[in-house]
Nanobody
């Protein structure tokens, strides 16, 4: 599966953005889809994932209640709605796909999109 992320930009603290990840090649319902992010000078970290077959979602504690992962099967697109953004959310965001649910390590994800930059100003 090929992944294409988009939707990043500059936003003020407290604002919102929605990232999109368009999948091609195979329908994403066959995969666990996730978002990761990498802040300047830091390692890439897991943000959220979704398992279509079980209807499950999982979030890192720092974004719970602010971010929502969802998708549109007809459009083969996964979204990350980000609300109440904070300067510490500034990062390059990546979408990724895995065959295994419950994994947060990037090594467990086989397919990656290019990143999209999110900058949150204070």
């Amino acid at each position: 599966v090929q992944l294409q992320a988009s939707g990043g930009g500059l936003v003020q603290a407290g604002g919102s953005l929605r990232l999109s990840c368009a999948a091609s090649g195979r329908t994403f319902v066959n995969y666990v889809m996730a978002w990761f992010r990498q802040a300047p000078g830091k390692e890439r970290e897991f943000v959220a994932s979704i398992n279509w077959r079980g209807g499950w979602t999982y979030y890192v504690d720092s974004v719970k209640g602010r971010f929502t992962i969802s998708g549109d099967i007809a459009k083969n697109t996964v979204y990350l709605q980000m609300n109440s953004l904070k300067p510490e959310d500034t990062a390059v965001y990546y979408c990724a796909a895995s065959n295994v649910w419950g994994k947060v390590a990037e090594q467990e994800y086989d397919h990656w999109g290019q990143g999209t930059l999110v900058t949150v100003s204070s």
